[in-house]
């Protein structure tokens, strides 16, 4: 990363919890039509699996000892469905690119670095053959690819994006032969007979708790040994870590604080160093010296800085849980003053960084572009507390601001200078020094209903609607919201939670085993990420009142950031903008985040009225209870003539609803909730003093 540090993209470089694609819509995602099936069936194994002393080690490690026979099959054929995405890593000569199929099916990973070894893989072998290319690495669902620092990735993109689609749709195996195959994958983590119970339990953890958060970030570990005698672990990083000086502090705070936790033999690791990363890594250790040294306030002349900085190491780096992703919790920062503004200042959008966010802040860029051609503007991608816990219910992690805390911190530091969010996943009250300027004009707001494919196809089916599903149907859903309106109106239904992104959620629906016959979905989500095909109806109002600013997209920005600001305001859709914030007032007063069944339907129709235009709101709001025994339903009509008026409008709706009974269903809802958290917690703490390492 050393040499990223020459030019004025310091912020860029050296950042690791904020992922940055450039902005290049026609070569950052590649999309045809979807086809009318999910994607694949096979849902991806998870490898977190938790760790237990002693009995339970020795189960999971069997599973290892002995390789299941793995026939090389033909990979299932994609012909009409590439979805290639890219996500950076904390390296910037490393990308992710992400086919949306398995990668390494049998799950392991491989990786490339000339060649000869490419020889194994027709795959690998044609992208080695890029010019510029250094290495690739096979990870379960995606490939890193690592180019020298000399060729820019406009360069590669286009290229390894026509190689990986061409090869993704033949359905070509991966390796040319099951021996193939077998020389690359890691051999490391296997439990071995000859291996002491130390070496056991150091490869067991490497396997389930390192390994999964490094290949987030794009990047591998492999064990190379234990040395009894001075309990030193060796790994190798590899992937995007291989060389990358942020994995060095991964592996000092992260990992080896871990091992030795649970281990009290280990006492230290070692990375194990190929010869140019040896290089590197000593050139990153005297830039950091020196940039130590360097005064406030003082010229840099070699890296041309004017500004001062400051380097910085987390000081705490593993409060709470014992590993997590190495890049975006233990990373060294390096932070030029953000004063140092220049003429053209670029502008920073940054989202989540799931396919669907990705798309809908590309969507931001490209109508903030078109009100502001001679701007410049730039993405940034990262994942939020929502995006990694993906087991545990929405309704008990309950935080409203799941989705946008990180972000909001990124915004206030200045990393960033817009935050994109689905406005429905915005809590209605914003961090002080926060609001939001734009609202990019709504989808079709409603929900709608998915039935799988098995149950379209079976003949003695072919159910199309609610109504004529058979009593104990199994519905996918987790909002509190469909499942309390739609439990009143039909009480023969069942509903179970699904979490996980859209293919993920199609997988399970479409699975031979799945529970589900259909699952419900936000509209606007389906619509902007091309399954707009895969809807079988909408359940719009009275059936099910959707979620407040569902289907919109809102910016946010840093209250004091006035060119922000006026960029927003040319982009927004002024009937969108006021309908949300009408819905979030009512929200606001009923004070429920996304996780209480509030339901909302709103229109504003407009009218001449004597030369000028008259503006109507008519809003309606609702609460269930969670059971669906109780409903309340009201209606405002109003006339608005601003943002604020509008947002008045929904208080009164809301108060109309207190009014009505709301109050006390929602009053047993929190109660409800209060419980339910209480027992989680109970059941962690049980399970923490389980798993709790020997005296
Ligand atoms: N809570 C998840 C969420 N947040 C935003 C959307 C996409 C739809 C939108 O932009 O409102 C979804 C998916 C869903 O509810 O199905």
């Not at 099936?37 to 339970?56: C, D, W």
Request: net charge negative; charged share 25%.
């Amino acid at each position: 990363m050393a040499t990223s540090f020459t030019n004025t993209s310091l912020r860029i470089a050296t950042r690791a919890t904020v992922k940055r694609t450039a902005i290049n819509p026609s070569t950052s995602f590649i999309s045809r039509p979807r086809p009318s099936r999910a994607l694949s069936s096979k849902s991806f194994p998870t490898r977190r699996a938790s760790l237990h002393h002693g009995a339970t080690l020795a189960t999971s490690s069997s599973r290892m000892t002995q390789p299941q026979p793995r026939p090389l099959r033909e990979r299932p054929v994609q012909a009409r469905s590439m979805f290639i995405q890219t996500e950076s890593t904390p390296n910037e000569d490393s990308l992710k690119f992400i086919p949306g199929v398995p990668v390494m099916e049998e799950g392991g990973s491989a990786e490339f670095l000339d060649t000869r070894s490419s020889l194994a893989s027709p795959l690998a072998l044609r992208l080695i053959g890029i010019e510029g290319v250094k290495a690739i690495f096979y990870g379960p669902d995606f490939i890193t690819i690592s180019k020298d620092s000399s060729t820019a990735w406009s360069v590669l993109k286009p290229e390894i994006y026509s190689i990986l689609m061409e090869f993704f749709s033949s359905g070509q195996p991966l390796f040319k032969s099951e021996e193939d195959r077998d020389s690359v994958g890691p051999q490391d983590t296997r439990i071995l007979d000859t291996d002491s119970e130390v070496v056991a339990m150091i490869k067991e953890l490497l396997d389930t708790r390192v390994r999964p958060a490094i290949m987030e970030d794009g990047g591998d570990i492999e064990y190379r040994g234990f040395n009894e005698d001075d309990g030193v672990v060796q790994v190798k990083l590899k992937g995007s870590c291989r060389g990358c000086s942020s994995s060095t502090v991964t592996l000092k705070s992260g990992i080896e604080r871990m091992l030795m936790h649970y281990i009290p033999e280990v006492k230290g690791v070692e990375q194990i160093l190929d010869q140019e990363e040896a290089i590197a890594l000593d050139e990153f250790n005297k830039l950091e010296q020196r940039l130590s040294k360097t005064e406030s306030g003082k010229q840099d002349s070699v890296l041309n800085w004017s500004r001062s900085f400051q380097l910085r190491f987390p000081s705490q780096t593993l409060s709470k849980s014992p590993f997590d992703s190495p890049c975006t919790t233990m990373t060294s920062e390096v932070q030029a003053d953000a004063s140092s503004t220049t003429a053209a200042r670029t502008i920073t959008l940054a989202s989540r960084s799931s396919q669907l966010a990705q798309i809908q802040t590309n969507l931001v860029v490209s109508a903030l572009s078109k009100a502001s051609p001679e701007t410049k503007f730039q993405t940034s991608f990262m994942s939020t507390a929502g995006d990694k816990n993906q087991s545990q219910a929405l309704y008990l992690i309950g935080g409203k601001s799941l989705w946008t805390k990180e972000l909001e911190h990124s915004l206030l530091d200045g990393d960033v200078d817009m935050l994109v969010h689905s406005f429905k996943d915005v809590p209605t009250v914003l961090p002080e020094g926060c609001e939001i300027a734009g609202v990019m004009e709504r989808e079709d707001p409603v929900d709608s209903l998915v039935v799988s494919q098995a149950v379209i196809d079976d003949t003695s089916k072919g159910w199309k609607s609610l109504d004529e599903f058979a009593d104990g149907s199994v519905i996918g859903t987790s909002s509190v919201r469909r499942v309390a309106q739609l439990k009143r109106q039909y009480p023969k239904l069942k509903f179970l939670d699904v979490r996980g992104n859209l293919n993920t959620r199609f997988a399970k629906l479409d699975s031979p085993t799945s529970p589900y016959t259909a699952l419900i979905l936000a509209k606007a989500g389906l619509v902007r990420l091309g399954f707009g095909n895969r809807i079988t109806a909408d359940l719009n109002p009275p059936t099910l009142y959707h979620a407040v600013s569902q289907g919109a997209l809102a910016i946010e920005i840093r209250s004091n950031d006035e060119k922000a600001r006026e960029l927003c305001r040319v982009a927004t859709h002024e009937p969108t903008e006021w309908r949300c914030f009408a819905e979030r007032g009512m929200l606001r007063v009923l004070e429920g985040g996304c996780s209480v069944p509030v339901g909302v339907s709103s229109e504003i129709v407009e009218s001449s009225e004597g030369g000028s235009t008259k503006k109507t709101l008519k809003i309606t709001g609702t609460v269930t209870s969670l059971d669906g025994s109780q409903h309340v339903e009201h209606t405002e009509i109003t006339s608005v003539s601003s943002r604020q008026e509008a947002e008045d409008v929904g208080k009164k709706l809301a108060k109309a609803l207190i009014a009505k009974g709301a109050g006390v269903i929602l009053e047993e809802i929190g109660k409800d909730r209060e419980r339910r958290i209480a027992e989680s917690q109970e059941e962690e703490k049980a399970k923490a003093s389980e798993s709790a390492p020997a005296p």
